[in-house]
C-alpha cells in the first residue's frame, strides 16, 4: 500500500510557463516532506523540502505547499526551463522509530518544451 | 568536497549468485542509507548504517545484509539472487541527525538474468 502517491507519470509544460507537481500522501504522521530531481544516470538530487508545521516555502523559482487537511502538497516551478526536464520525486519522512527512511513516490516525469 | 560515490555502475549477476555494492560517504557524513529503485518505481528504503551499526531497516528480507566502516563507507550484500532483485541501488549519506539532508550518489545498476 503506497503511503505517497505521484498520480501524474508525467507533465509536458511549454518553456516560461508553470509547472505544477502534485504529491498526495496517507499517513498523518509524516513530518516533513521532501521534493527530489533525478536526471538519467545521475542519483536524486535535493530540490526543496518543507515542514509539517508549514504551509509553504520558495526558494527561487520553486516553490512547495502544503495542505495538512487534505494530505496533499505540490511542486510549483516558475518560470519552467528545458532544464528542469527530469523526473521528480516527491518523499516523506518523520515516522516515529523510522528516522532517516524516506518514503518516495513513484515520480513525476516533467519536459519542458522551448 | 566530495560527493556520494558508489562502485560498479552496472553490473549483471545470474540468478543465485551473491553481490557486493559499495558506496563512500559525501566527506564529514556519517551515516549512509541504502536504497532500491526497480522500474518504474520510486527508491525503497532498505537500511541505514550509522557508527558501523545497522539503524534501522525496511521491509527487505535477511538476504540483503550491510557494512559500514570506520571511515563510513558502506557495503550492500545480497545473497541468492533473485530476478527481481535487478534494479537501479541508491546510496545517501547524511551528517549525524540530519536525515532529512540525504545526498544520493549515482547509484548501481544490477541485472540478475
Known amino acids: 500500500d503506497q503511503q505517497v502517491k505521484q498520480n501524474s507519470p508525467s507533465l509536458s509544460v511549454q518553456e516560461g510557463r508553470i509547472s505544477i507537481l502534485n504529491c498526495d500522501y496517507t499517513n498523518s504522521m509524516f513530518d516533513y516532506f521532501l521534493w527530489y530531481k533525478k536526471y538519467p544516470a545521475e542519483g536524486p538530487t535535493f530540490l526543496i523540502s518543507i515542514s509539517s508545521i508549514k504551509d509553504k516555502n520558495e526558494d527561487g523559482r520553486f516553490t512547495v505547499f502544503l495542505n495538512k487537511s487534505a494530505k496533499h502538497l505540490s511542486l510549483h516551478i516558475v518560470p519552467s526551463q528545458p532544464g528542469d526536464s527530469a523526473v521528480y520525486f516527491c518523499?516523506?519522512?518523520?515516522?516515529?522509530?523510522?528516522?532517516?527512511?524516506?518514503?518516495f513516490g513513484k515520480g513525476t516525469k516533467l519536459s519542458v518544451k522551448p | 568536497e566530495t560527493g556520494v560515490t558508489q562502485s560498479p555502475t552496472h553490473l549483471i549477476k545470474t540468478r543465485g549468485q551473491q553481490v557486493t555494492l559499495r558506496c563512500s560517504s559525501q566527506?564529514?557524513?556519517?551515516?549512509v542509507s541504502w536504497y532500491q529503485q526497480a522500474l518504474g518505481q520510486g527508491p525503497q528504503f532498505i537500511f541505514q548504517y550509522y557508527r558501523e551499526e545497522e539503524n534501522g531497516r525496511g521491509n527487505f528480507p535477511p538476504r540483503f545484509s550491510g557494512l559500514q566502516f570506520p571511515n563510513y563507507s558502506s557495503e550492500l550484500n545480497v545473497n541468492a539472487l533473485e530476478l527481481d532483485d535487478s534494479a537501479l541501488y541508491l546510496c545517501?549519506?547524511?551528517?549525524?541527525?540530519?536525515?532529512?539532508?540525504?545526498?544520493f550518489g549515482p547509484g548501481t545498476r544490477l541485472t540478475v538474468l
Open positions: 518523499a516523506a519522512s518523520g515516522l516515529r522509530g523510522s528516522q532517516g527512511n524516506l518514503i
Open positions: 545517501a549519506s547524511n551528517s549525524a541527525g540530519k536525515f532529512n539532508e540525504q545526498f
Open positions: 566527506s564529514g557524513h556519517n551515516t
